[in-house]
Structure formats: C-alpha cells, structure tokens
C-alpha cells in the first residue's frame, strides 16, 4: 500500500440539487461495514483520552489540547498517521463506560444519518491485548448497544474480528464472539482485517473459521483491496466468507466477477476510504460503476468515517455527484444495505417497505 493524500473536498461542496440531497438524508440505510474503533469522531476521541489521560496524536500528554487540534490530526498525511490514530483510538477505550459511552456516541451519529441498523466492526482481542478485562468490555457493549436501540433507535450488531498479522488471536475472539452470542445475540459474525497479501497467509484461520460457521456465526472477512482478486478467491473457499470487506479488487479477475455474480456474495464497497488509502486515485477511478454494471451485489459503506473524511451519507452523496445516480440509483443500492444484511425476513421486508415510501 503506498501513502496517499486525503484529496477530499472536506466541506463536501457537491454539485447535487437539494431535492436528491433530502433525498438521501430521508432514505433509511444499513450500514454493513464501520469499524467501531474507526467511528469515534475528534469531540468524542477527546472525552475519552482526556478520561484515560492518552496522548493521541494531536494533544499533549494526558490528552491535553482541543477539538480543533484532534480535528487536524484525523487529516492524516499517510498510512501510518492512520495507523497512529486508530491504535490510540483503540488506547482509550478500557473500562465498561468508555465501551459505552462511545457506542452511544457513534449512534448519535449515525441516527442523525437516518441509518437504522449497523452491523459493526470490532476487535476485542487488541483490547484485552492491552490489559482490558474482557467481561469489562462486553458489558460496555452490551449496555452501549442496549442504550443506542433504546435512545437513537439504531440496532448494532457485532462482527468481531481478528487482525491477519495475529493469527494467534482468531480462536480467543472466537470464543468472546461466542460469550457475547449467548448473552444478548449480539455477535453476528467473525471478521478479518488488516494486512492483506502473501505475506499474511489465512491458513492458520481456516479451523477457527468453520468452527464460526458451524456455531451459526457468519464469515465477513476483508479482501480484495490491498491485495487483488488471488486473496478474494482465497477468503471465499478457506474462510467461507458471506460476504467479502471491500473484495473491489475482483474487478480485475472477469473469471472471479463472474463467480461471485453467481454465488450471490455481496462485497461491502467503501469507496473513500479506498481512495484515501490509495487504492484508487479518485473516486472517478473507482470500478464502483463496473461492479454495478456487472451484476455484483454491492452495498455501500463508510469503513471508518471520521478518519477518512465521511459519513454514510457522504458516500451516498459522493456517489451520486461523481457517478452521476439519481434516486432510482440511490434507492438501489440502500435496498442492497438491507437485503444483504444480517437481518432476519420479517425487519428486512419491514426496513424495504420504509425504504420504497420514500
Ligand atoms: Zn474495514
């Protein structure tokens, strides 16, 4: 992966008319790939750190500094600024509270967004790497999860994944999944994310994944963007995978696009976040049209927003500027957030009727 620059218009001055914008506000959407740790916007980031007294990049020690300071760091120059970031985002989070609170925060936002249901990103095993108590963490979970449905009318559910360069942790997070399942049914799902390509094999993460399969969880593992169409084939058969993180990369592999058209799985495309890491150029650059245009099942996702520079809504409205898609277009593709989500028949049928009186 090289180091990009977020060439992001921040104030998001898109050449779309007012009706199309109520539009997408209006639209009830699913958001199917958001890392929980990656969500945290900079006045929320401050609360925590300054809590836990963490130095993020941006503020001094113990947190000291402002919301503007943090606003600054977010616009990071590079990869490994974001990696800063987001291991010092992951720092702040220790006790029950701080799951909590900062649950309930990304649901402020995502309410606001009108996005009903997220089916959400995250890795317990770098939090209890870092000394968190486990039971600690899921009650923050569940208690933040419990509070977003209840106040913000937004229901989370759980992918818990696990980082490719730690094979090690797939079985612990595993068995967490499996805690936080029988607690509240949270956990939906087992992930994989970061490295991708040769140098990180899954092999050792096969038995854990179908372990997951045959206990009922489903396989959402990431593929297909730093590496190209060999890593979404290799996820597809030793992962199992439902559905593919980001897998944009087929495009480059008809025999693979063709494949995954017939076997219904849907990739979870986040198109900002591909351009911010550098995986496309721009957004005009992006295959999001072609894999449309190919009969994929596609849905759109924000991965971690404020970090790139987004919201749901934003990609919604980036789309619509620069692939030039009106509402029929938009429509389309927040039916695919609901249809292929983790959703039982009956909130499907529900969430696409809300959807179509629009
Ligand atoms: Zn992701």
Redesign the pocket.
């Known amino acids: 992966m090289r180091d990009a620059d977020l060439d992001l218009d921040p104030d998001l001055d898109l050449d779309l008319d007012l009706d199309l914008l109520a539009y997408i506000d209006a639209l009830p959407k699913v958001e199917l790939?958001v890392?929980l740790e990656g969500s945290i916007v900079p006045a929320l980031a401050l609360r925590l750190a300054q809590r836990r007294k963490i130095q993020l990049p941006g503020l001094g020690p113990e947190g000291a500094g402002s919301v503007e300071d943090l606003r600054r760091a977010y616009r990071f120059r590079s990869f490994r600024d974001f990696i800063a970031i987001y291991v010092g985002l992951s720092r702040c989070l220790d006790q029950a509270e701080d799951f909590c609170e900062a649950v309930l925060g990304i649901a402020e936002g995502l309410a606001a967004q009108n996005v009903r249901r997220a089916e959400m990103?995250f890795t317990p095993m770098t939090h209890v790497h870092q000394g968190v108590d486990a039971d600690a963490m899921l009650d923050g979970l569940a208690e933040g999860r419990r509070l977003a449905l209840e106040r913000h009318g937004v229901d989370f559910a759980w992918v818990f994944d696990v980082v490719r360069s730690f094979p090690d942790q797939a079985a612990p997070t595993l068995a967490l999944a499996l805690r936080a399942r029988e607690r509240d049914g949270s956990v939906i799902a087992l992930g994989v994310?970061g490295p991708e390509g040769p140098d990180y094999p899954i092999d050792a993460l096969a038995p854990v994944f179908a372990e997951a399969k045959a206990a009922g969880l489903r396989s959402v593992p990431?593929a297909g963007e730093q590496d190209g169409p060999a890593s979404v084939r290799a996820n597809l058969e030793r992962l199992q995978a439902d559905r593919i993180?980001h897998g944009v990369r087929a495009i480059e592999d008809p025999a693979l696009v063709a494949e995954l058209r017939e076997r219904a799985i849907p990739l979870e495309v986040c198109p900002t976040s591909n351009v911010a890491l550098g995986v496309y150029p721009s957004l005009a650059d992006h295959p999001l049209p072609q894999l449309l245009d190919a009969g994929l099942a596609v849905t759109l996702a924000s991965?971690d927003p404020p970090l790139f520079g987004t919201t749901l809504v934003d990609e919604y409205r980036r789309c619509a500027a620069t692939y030039g898609w009106d509402k029929a277009q938009l429509l389309a593709i927040a039916q695919a957030g609901v249809e292929h989500s983790f959703l039982d028949a009956d909130r499907k049928r529900a969430l696409l009727a809300e959807q179509a009186a629009i």
């Open positions: 790939h890392h990103t994310g990431h993180g991965d």
